[in-house]
């Protein structure tokens, strides 16, 4: 296993260190008491190259490896998570597409998008009010007429909602058959769509979350992604690959919270000494690194096998609640760490904490992260031979 990137790979993620060093972390915070989209931040993001970076060469795209957008995302997510979700949403968007698309549908529907001179959003349209984690019972509904799809439904949650010009639907075609019957269409913004209520949020203030709210809507039939009834399987298929995007945003906090809270604990002096050389402390620096370790290693693990068409899911689980717990963790030390200090706003770690917290919610709960992985080893290890011998429903055995 190789974690190296190409030479151009390696190129665009010390143009991210850089980029998230001279525009992401030095305003960050200013930008986030306006608590809207960062528009600047993310113009010059997609003008550095950062953006839409799995859209495949054949569709206009840099056709870069998960591998790599996960160092981009480490890198932009160590800035401010805010952002970062900013600039990798299309990531989430366009990847349903580029899972069920044909090039054909990439170039008409996407390519337009990602080549021209200002930045384009996609919205990626799941959840909805009374389908969370049960991504199957969406009640947003898509009637074929004649060649073309009706949609109608209120979605919600949808980051870069207000901002998006396609967006990516899933949608019932046959209610009766639950996740079976679940379809995943390209929407252009247009008549009938419509934007709802702006979530108001804890952290990551630097991104907007709204309802899209979509009455009667008229698509072609070249809208729809795949075939009608994969729309759950590619919803699957795609959350497996960008759990790790979310991840390496998730190490990036974890590294910045460890970071910030190593600075201080050099300078703050208490009892005539700096608070670093208290045991409690470097133990708690100690553990909060070995967390930025094991959650990169995980993050790039997962990527590695998803660039290669490998099973992914189990992995990239891992990775997510691993990395976003490591980075709430992270952040919640780092507060203790800097003592008074940690809780005002001026200072920078109070923010991680209010930001790590969401990486742990979206995009599939880390509960329901637990169940992919509990279910996946519990499949894998039905027919496990251990070399110790023992039947569990044997004579002498426990039976269960
Ligand atoms: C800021 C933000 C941005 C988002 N961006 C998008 C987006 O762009 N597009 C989009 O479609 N969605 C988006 N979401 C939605 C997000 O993916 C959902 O909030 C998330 O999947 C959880 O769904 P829910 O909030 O309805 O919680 P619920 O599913 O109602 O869960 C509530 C609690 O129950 C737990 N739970 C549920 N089922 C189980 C189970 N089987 N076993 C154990 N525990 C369980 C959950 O883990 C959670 O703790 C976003 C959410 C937020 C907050």
New binding site residues.
């Given amino acids: 296993m190789d974690f190296s990137l190409t030479k151009e790979e390696q190129e665009l993620y010390e143009k991210a260190k850089t980029f998230t060093k001279e525009h992401i972390t030095p305003k960050a915070h200013e930008l986030e008491k306006k608590d809207e989209f960062p528009a600047d931040v993310v113009q010059k993001a997609y003008e550095a190259g950062l953006m839409n970076l799995h859209i495949p060469k054949e569709a206009g795209g840099p056709g870069m490896s998960l591998l790599a957008e996960t160092f981009v995302s480490e890198a932009t997510g160590y800035g401010c998570a805010g952002i970062a979700t900013s600039i990798m949403?299309n990531n989430?968007a366009f990847a349903p597409l580029v899972i069920g698309a044909t090039i054909d549908q990439l170039k008409k529907y996407v390519q337009p998008l990602i080549t021209e001179k200002e930045p384009k959003f996609g919205?990626?349209?799941?959840?909805e009010r009374k389908?969370?984690?049960?991504a199957a019972g969406v009640a947003t509904r898509a009637e074929r007429d004649g060649d073309e799809y009706i949609i109608n439904g209120t979605?919600c949650?949808?980051?870069?909602g207000p901002q998006s010009s396609l967006f990516t639907v899933f949608a019932s075609t046959q209610p009766e058959l639950k996740h079976k019957g679940l379809s995943v269409f390209m929407v252009p913004k247009q008549k009938g769509v419509k934007i709802g209520h702006i979530?108001n949020?804890m952290g990551?203030l630097n991104?907007v979350?709204s309802e899209v709210i979509f009455e009667d809507v008229r698509v072609p039939q070249d809208c729809l992604v795949g075939k009608e009834g994969e729309g759950f399987k590619i919803a699957m298929m795609t959350l497996d690959k960008t759990r790790a995007g979310i991840a390496a945003i998730a190490t990036g906090v974890a590294q910045r919270a460890l970071d910030e809270a190593a600075r201080f604990a050099n300078i703050r002096h208490q009892f005539g000494k700096p608070i670093g050389r208290f045991q409690g402390i470097s133990f708690k620096l100690a553990d909060m690194g070995a967390r930025v370790a094991a959650a990169r290693l995980l993050t790039r693990y997962a990527a590695w096998l998803a660039d290669r068409d490998l099973p992914v899911s189990k992995d990239s689980s891992y990775a997510k609640f691993f990395a976003s717990d490591a980075a709430m963790e992270n952040a919640t030390d780092a507060v203790q760490i800097m003592g008074g200090y940690g809780y005002l706003s001026e200072y920078p770690v109070e923010k991680l904490m209010r930001d790590a917290k969401?990486l742990q919610?979206?995009?599939?709960?880390?509960?329901?992260q637990r169940?992919v992985a509990g279910g996946a080893i519990l499949k894998d290890s039905i027919n496990l031979d251990t070399g110790f011998h023992v039947e569990y429903d044997g004579k002498d055995a426990p039976t269960f």
């Fill in positions: 949403c989430l919205g990626f349209c799941l959840t389908a969370g984690s049960d979605k949650f949808i980051t870069n979530e949020k990551q991104s979350q969401l919610i979206y995009e599939g709960t880390n509960e329901v169940l």
